[in-house]
C-alpha cells in the first residue's frame, strides 16, 4: 500500500511522518479516489465532513500542490491527443472529397467541346483538349519505356507513391543546386492533370498521393500509363502523344524515330521550356537527357546512346489537329445551336461531346459542288458566292451544309445568316396553300396582263398565254397566275402554312408575297419544302444527335415529334405538282435519270438571287446563287438546278429508289385548309392594266398610242 500526505488545518505541508496513512490503490502520484467511504485525518481540526463534497475538495488540494512539470505534461498531452484527433479528422474529411476514379475515362479539360460528324470523325474541338486519343497498343514500346524512364523509373513497383523516387530527387536537385528531377509518379501526374491545379500547396500534395493511391487500387499499370500519355500536355498546343507527334514531325506516332520519341518524353517538366519550336537547343539537350536516363536503364546500349546524341534535332512541325476545322459552316452552325440545348454551366465546364447528323462523304461532295459553282458558272453569270444545304425530310437533320465558297475568306453563312428574296421558289408554298384548301390542279386561271389595286405582276419576257391550269402555270413559273391564286386563297392561310412549314423570316400580307418578295433564308425555304417530302409534316431543321457530358451522359437527346403542317393528300398532291417542274417546266437541270425529283426555281428581281430547292423521298437540297452585296447577275436559275443536280446524283448513287406517295383521288379532295379570300379594291385586266409608265408597253400599243391590245400576246 502507498500512503496519501494530508494537509494541517493552517494549510502548511507537514513531513509523511506527521500525517496519519491513508491506503490507497494507486501509485504516489494517483489523487485520492473519489468513491473511498474514509476521510484522511488532519490534525488539530474539527471532525471533517463526510461525502462527495469533501471528497473533491481533497482531490482539489492534491491537484493544487502538484509541480509545473506534471502540468505540462498534462498540456502536452492533451495538445497533442487534440491535433491528432483533428488531424486525423481533417485527413478522413479529405478523404472522404477525393473524386472519383471513374471520371478519368471521360476526362476533358475545362471549356472543351468536341463536335462530331455521324460517323464519330471529329469535325471540330474547342479548349485545350486531345484530339487523337491512342491505345496502349498503338502507343510504340520505346516511346512509353523513354516516358517511364525520365519521369518514373520504378513505375511498375510501386503503388502510386515513390518513396525513394522523392529521396532520390531531394539529393539530385541538392547537388545541382536546382530542379532537375521531379518526385511525382506518373500516377500522381495523372490524379493532377485530371482532378487537381498547379497550385503549390501541402493540402493540394496530399489530395494528390491519396488519389494516386486510390488511382493505384482501381486501374493497371497499363491503364494508367495509356491514361497519361493521352493526356499530359507536351507544348506548343499539345495535348498527348499523339497530339505531340503531329504537331511537332507531321506524322502518326507509330512513325517516330526513337530520337523523336526522347524529345516527346522529355516535354513533361517545362513543355514551353523545352519545347523545339521555343528552343531547339534546350530541346535537343532535353532530348540527350532522356537517351541517357534510358541507357541507364538498359532500355538502349550506350552505343545506341552515344550515336542518337549527336545526331541534330530535325522537326516537322503541323498545327494542332484540335485548331483544324472540317466543315467549318456547318460547325459554326452547331456552336451557335448548342446552347439553345445545353446550359451555359454545363459549356463552361466543357467536356462534352457533340454529335451530330453531318454525313462528311456528302460534305466532301458539297464542298466542291459550290466550289465549281462559284469558279466555273460564277464567272460566266456573274455571281461570286453560292450556299448549299441538304437535309433528311423525315427527321429534319441536316446531312450537308456549306455557306460560302470560302470559309477563311469570309465565315458568313448563306445557309442560315443570309436573307434573300426567294422569287418564284416561294410560289411552291402558295401553291401547296391552295391545294390544301381543296384546289384542283387543274383550276385555271387567265394568263394576262393585270394590276390590283394598283400592282402589276408581269411574267418573264412578258409573254402571256390566257387560259392556264395551276399545275401548268406552277411547271412555267407563270407570276400573274400565282398572285391570283394567294388572292383566292388568302393572305393569312398562306402565311400560316409557311410559316407552320419551316419559314420563320417575317412575311407580310401583300400581293408580292406569292412572287418571294419577303426576304428568307436557304435553310428555311429548304425545311419548307422539306416538310412537303415528309408527306406534309414539319420537322425543324437541326444539325445536334446527341450532346454527351465528361461521364458520357446525355444531356440532351433530339427528338422532334414533328408536326403536320399540311395534310398528307395535300402534301401529295403538291409533290406532284412540283415534279413537272423538273420533267417539263423551268427546273428540268435538276433532272436524274434513275428517280422521280420534285422541286422548283426561283430567280428575284435583275436575277440577284439564283435558287433552286428539290428533293427525293430521302433527301431535300436547296442551292443559292448571288452576289453578297446584292448586285444583279446575268445567270438564270437553271444554273442553281445544275447545281443541284451535280451534288444529288453523286449522294444518291448509295440512294435507293424510293417512289413518292401515291397520287390521291383529285375528285374526291377537300383539304383541311379553309381559304379566306381577299377582297382587292380595285382590278384590272387586258389592255386596260398596261400603262405608259410599263416596260412593256410598246409591245402592246406600238406607236400608234391607240390603246388596242393585241389578243394574240396572250
Known sequence: MTEFPQKTTDDSIESPESLTPVPVDESPESPPPLDSEESPAVEASPAPPSGTAHRYRQLGRWLGKRRPRFWVAVGVAALGGGAIAWGGWQFYRLEQSLPEISDLAAYNREGTVTIKAADGTILMQTGPATRDKVTLEEIPDRLAEAFIAVEDRRFYDHKGIDYQGIGRAIAANLMAGGVVEGGSTITQQLARIVFLDQERTLTRKLREALLARKIEKTLSKEEILERYLNLVYLGSGAYGVADAAWVYFSKPVGQLTLSEMAMLAGLPPAPSQYSPLVDSEAARDRRNVVLRRMQETGIISADRADLLVEQPLEINPSSPKRLQVQAPYFTSFVQKELPKYVSSDALELGGLIVETSLNLEWQEIAEEVVQEAVEIDGRSAGFDQAALVAMEPKTGE?????????????????????????????????????????????????????????????????????????????????????VKVLIDVGFDPTIKLAQDMGIQSELKPTYSLALGAYEVTLLELTNAYGTLAAEGKYIPAHGIRRVLNPQGEVIYDAKFPGKQALDRDSAAITTWMLEGVVEGGTGTAAYLSDRTVAGKTGTSEEARDLWFVGYIPQ?????????????????????????????????????????????????????????????????????????????????????????YYQDDYY
Open 398 to 482: 441536316v446531312k450537308a451544309m456549306v455557306g460560302g465558297a470560302d470559309y477563311g475568306e469570309s465565315e458568313f453563312n448563306r445557309v442560315t445568316q443570309a436573307h434573300r428574296q426567294p422569287g418564284s421558289t416561294f410560289k411552291g408554298l402558295v401553291y401547296a396553300a391552295a391545294i390544301g384548301a381543296g384546289f384542283s390542279p387543274y383550276d385555271s386561271y387567265k394568263d394576262e396582263p393585270y394590276r390590283v389595286d394598283g400592282y402589276r405582276p408581269q411574267n418573264y419576257g412578258n409573254s402571256y398565254r390566257g387560259w392556264r391550269s395551276m399545275i401548268t402555270a406552277l411547271s412555267s413559273s407563270v407570276n400573274v397566275v400565282a
Open 619 to 707: 433527301l431535300v437540297t436547296g442551292v443559292w446563287l448571288g452576289n453578297d452585296n446584292n448586285d444583279p447577275t446575268w445567270g438564270a436559275s437553271s444554273t442553281a438546278a445544275f447545281n443541284w443536280r451535280q451534288f444529288m446524283r453523286r449522294v444518291t448513287e448509295d440512294l435507293p429508289v424510293e417512289e413518292f406517295p401515291e397520287l390521291p383521288d383529285l375528285d374526291s379532295h377537300e383539304g383541311t385548309i379553309e381559304a379566306k379570300p381577299h377582297q382587292p379594291k380595285w382590278v384590272q385586266t387586258g389592255s386596260a392594266a398596261v400603262r405608259k409608265d410599263d416596260d412593256d408597253y410598246y409591245k402592246y400599243f406600238g406607236n400608234s398610242n391607240d390603246g
